[in-house]
């Protein structure tokens, strides 16, 4: 038991940084304004109620605390990538 809280203490560590990166990506774009900036403040909002809800969800019907970090994990590293290119 132990060990898989640990696994799930380390994730949800790599998670915080994780987000921090995607919350400077966002900051910069969000800066710039425009077009861009107002799709992406509508996209970020979307997708946390969205990203909420299956959390909540999954929690529900049985899910781990790991699952759900994992999930999280998913979905920050596609916006951190996704961010990246532009």
Not at 22 to 41: C, N
Not at 42 to 69: D, F, N, P, W, Y
């Amino acid at each position: 038991m132990f060990r898989s809280w640990t696994k799930v203490a380390r994730s949800a560590s790599l998670l915080g940084l994780e987000s921090h990166q995607v919350i400077a990506l966002r900051l910069v774009k969000l800066a710039k304004g425009g077009k861009a900036a107002q799709k992406e403040a509508h996209r970020m909002v979307a997708e946390k109620i969205a990203t909420a809800q299956a959390a909540a969800l999954k929690l529900a019907m049985g899910g781990t605390a790991g699952s759900v970090v994992s999930n999280y994990r998913k979905k920050v590293r596609a916006n951190r990538t996704r961010l990246r290119r532009r």
